[in-house]
């Protein structure tokens, strides 16, 4: 028997509870694994790719800082850390000796899980490498139709609500003043502004599926994904809920944030294909006569890299690169 509906809530609550809850989507071992393709749950080999282009980004961010000792790498929602570990497998021997590997996440840590990976539930000080690959998609909004919050209960029934406050209306009147249904980034721009305040030198990325004020889409982008397939954003527990991230917005909070701390920080907007090919990933096909005996080997490594790139797919995500104290088009050249 299903649980009965609840009492209604704003979605931000409703996507809290459904994802975080004590029953929650990413707190009872279900995840994004097997409910959607990413850069990090798909392939195992394709993941590999991923990790060590992330690698290469580390070193470069390693050599822009003066290769201090230790250097800061943190993965902020990990998941089970397996993206951290496959790019602390990618370092060199050297660097692997200073880096400090960290995994921020709200879940128990895996018992498999390396010991040499740090595991906590909040974000440190840091200096170096701050990663949050497909996290801010997570983080809750509010859905505002006819300038009325919408709440909604258990089983998806939304009802109208109250009024946006005064800080929801400012933020609606700067990153989306019109449309008939209109998403609230507020919480995101707070969550990754409290994440850069946290790098006091080094870069701060975050890789996500978004938009910006130029196309924002008209009804919103709130859906659920459950066994790999698109589903109706049913805040039960039982799936992700996610929506595109007004990237915008999030890049003027962290820039702000860090000013507020009185230091400076320079931002940089790619997509992924973009990214990783500087981070030297290439789907290109391989040359047979150059290694006939490792072509095989060799176009499947491409075609996986090519996943990565595709820009109908993996390689259309935006990167959002924060510098502070070094500019960030210096390690993604």
Do not use: C, K
Not at 112 to 133: H, K, T
Not at 250 to 255: P, S
Request: hydrophobic letters at 45%; charged letters at 25%; proline letters at 7%.
């Amino acid at each position: 028997m299903s649980d009965p509906p609840s009492e209604p809530v704003r979605w931000s609550a409703a996507i809290e509870r459904a994802l975080y809850g004590p029953d929650g989507f990413y707190l009872v071992g279900r995840g994004a694994a097997g409910h959607f393709r990413t850069s990090v749950s798909a392939a195992a080999s394709v993941r590999e790719i991923f990790a060590g282009a992330i690698g290469v980004l580390v070193e470069r961010v390693d050599a822009a800082l003066g290769r201090p000792d230790p250097l800061d790498l943190v993965d902020l929602g990990a998941g089970s850390g397996e993206l951290l570990a496959a790019v602390v497998g990618a370092l060199g021997s050297g660097l692997q000796t200073r880096v400090r590997p960290t995994v921020v996440e709200l879940r128990p840590r895996p018992a498999d899980l390396s010991p040499r990976l740090g595991w906590r539930d909040d974000l440190p000080e840091m200096s170096g490498l701050l990663i949050a690959n497909e996290w801010l998609d997570n983080v809750p909004i509010d859905v505002v139709v006819d300038e009325h919050v919408l709440l909604v209960n258990r089983g998806g029934a939304e009802s109208p609500g109250p009024a946006p406050t005064a800080a929801e209306s400012g933020w609606l009147g700067r990153w989306w003043p019109s449309g008939p249904r209109r998403e609230i980034g507020l919480l995101r721009d707070v969550a990754w502004a409290q994440a850069v305040s946290r790098v006091r030198h080094g870069v701060a990325v975050t890789v996500d599926y978004t938009h910006t004020a130029a196309d924002r889409p008209a009804f919103g982008t709130l859906t659920g994904f459950r066994d790999g397939r698109e589903t109706e954003p049913t805040p039960d527990g039982n799936r992700d809920l996610t929506a595109h991230v007004a990237i915008d917005a999030v890049r003027a909070a962290g820039e702000a944030s860090v000013a507020a701390a009185g230091r400076s920080a320079r931002s940089l907007l790619t997509d992924q294909r973009t990214a990783l090919r500087s981070l030297e990933v290439s789907g290109r096909r391989p040359d047979y006569a150059a290694d006939p005996g490792g072509y095989a080997a060799a176009l499947q490594r491409a075609g996986e890299a090519a996943e990565l790139l595709d820009p109908a797919g993996l390689g259309h995500f935006t990167w959002l690169l924060q510098g502070i104290g070094l500019d960030p088009a210096a390690v993604l050249r």
